[in-house]
């Protein structure tokens, strides 16, 4: 019997011509063979194949895969009639610009072109051209003994291509090509991958443990191995010694769950028995650095689910501060993080509850920063909404000054803006207030009201850092200040607000030239000087109060004062002007009046300095 078709369609692929031949109807063992010819959409033919009985004989491997494209099939069968599950199948499919997913965690192969021969027990092809993120690769597929297949590709990495495929900044941090060789084995839909490259070639200006040169190797690795249950898979990634990466993954329904897994960085890893762990140990961790140079990526723990946190670093920079010695351990129970913190700098428990817009709270024993210049990186726009914060700090040290104790309470008002109320208080004074923040890209807004108490001038000068300043003394400073920007830098060209300023019983001591030069000590013995207009000695001695009290009126950046009074037992001062803190330039007018005995007076002196 001898069948021939010219023209025909089955599941939406056109079919022709083909041959059906029966040489013996009747003999012992009648066999059926048929050849043929098909052309069309490439992802008609995988639902042809896996529709038909070839779909079995090759363990149903293109079940999963999708594609576009056309391509054309040539197939073979033999077909024992009375012993069906003995027929042989001989098929070639040649791709023609194609578009393939073969597994759904590799990126898709565009371009793909060549021939694939596959039986009834092997499948196999050699030199099939393609691309995988917009770079050139080649792929031989083969016979891996028991049944399994083997893919082998190879092609060459260059970061200009996945800076057009991925528009992300850490993409900017590396230059240069390197090459890179893959194995993909496949048994029954199961298949094992491993993808590795020595990454010389690629050059990286990312801060250690991540920087290297083009000509160093810091090899990459990675893998996926079915576990020992079914439905989970191992996958891992290392780069050198500087990155170990462990996932258990759970293959359910058609979605992927991370059952358990580690990410670390500078140590060894150790994979928990639930949830995902982050250990990371180094010389110096600059979270600001980071926070802005990982800000596209928009995955967050949707991506990584972490659940435990191990942080051991020398110092740990953050929003322009840093921190020495810090060991940091933390865990996740539900949304609410837990940490114990313990290093030279800061030590106490830490609370993340990251319900909307987030909110952290404490009781630190003490806190020690310390300025620092960031590395650079690329910035981000500011948030919507700030976290809510309640914190305690028992002792609290901005740049090795000893500031005391601090209170901090924040939360977002439906206004848009972030509240503030800050208290901090030490044996020498006591600083208290509210502030408003708005946060935004263009329009960002600070407002602070505060009031600063000292009972000794001297003492909380001295813990500032300008020792020697003033003798004795005490004072109060209070007022109202807004500017435009972030509550951390101050911008003076929008600088308003207002200031108010009261001290008594205290002594200016050999301040430095300028205004301050005027504050000198008036004695009697030196009132000849004083007679010929020569004030030398004043400039240099120092002059002690009895009272300061004045005003000041800020706009724009330039602060005005009217009515700034200083008396003291040698002389009274006035004062009136401007001070630009901009430009940092200074219109003032100052009348100092010095006193001799009691009642006489003598000596005007005009300056503008």
Known sequence: MAIHGRKGSILGVGIGPVAVDVADLDAKDVVMSVDGRAAGATANFLKFIEASPVGGYI?????????????????KLTLPLERIEATRVDGRYRFIANQVVPDPDMPPLTDVNGEI??????????????????????????????????????????VRSLAQQFDHPVLGHFSGTAPWSGTVKVRKKTAELRLESSLQGIASSLPEPFNKAANDVMPLVIERKQGPVPGRDLTSLSLGDALKMQLVRRHEGGKTTI???????????????????????GKRLDIDYWRRLLAGDGKGDAALPLSQVDLRCDELVFSGHSIAGLRLAATRSGGLWRADIKSRDASGNL?????????????????????????KAPSVDNPDE????????????????????????????????????????????????????????????????FKLAAKSVEKLLTRMGYPEAVKRGTASLEGALSWKGMPTAIDYPSLDGNLKFEAGGGQFNRLEPGVGRLLGVLSLQSLPRRLTLDFRDVFSEGFAFDSIAGQAVVSRGVMETKNLKIAGPAAKVLMAGSVNLVNET????????PEIGETVATGVLLAHP
């Open 117 to 158: 021969h596959f039986t009834g027990e092997r499948l196999e092809g050699q030199k099939i051209r393609a691309a995988m993120l917009g770079m050139p690769l080649t792929l031989d597929i083969a016979p891996a003994g028991d049944g399994n297949v083997a893919i082998k590709t190879s092609g060459n990495l260059s």
């Open 351 to 375: 609370e993340w509850d990251g319900q909307g817009a987030g909110r952290v709270s404490g009781h630190l024993a003490h806190l020690a920063l310390h300025d620092v210049a960031s590395a």
């Open 586 to 593: 200074q219109n003032l007018m100052v009348r100092v009046q």
């Open 59 to 75: 363990d149903h491997f293109t079940e999963d895969m999708t594609a576009s494209g056309s391509g054309e099939l040539r197939l």
């Open 386 to 449: 700030m976290p809510a914060v309640d914190l305690v700090v028992d002792r609290f040290s901005l740049q090795g000054k000893e500031m005391g104790a601090l209170k901090l309470k924040a939360e977002n008002a439906k206004d848009g803006y972030w509240n503030a109320r800050f208290d901090m208080r030490n044996d020498d004074a006591s600083l208290e207030g509210s502030g408003r923040w708005r946060p935004s890209e263009t329009a960002a807004d600070t407002r602070i009201e």
């Open 259 to 281: 059952e358990r897994g580690v990410v670390a960085v500078g140590v060894a890893p150790r994979l928990p028995e639930r949830g995902v762990a982050l250990a990371m140990q």
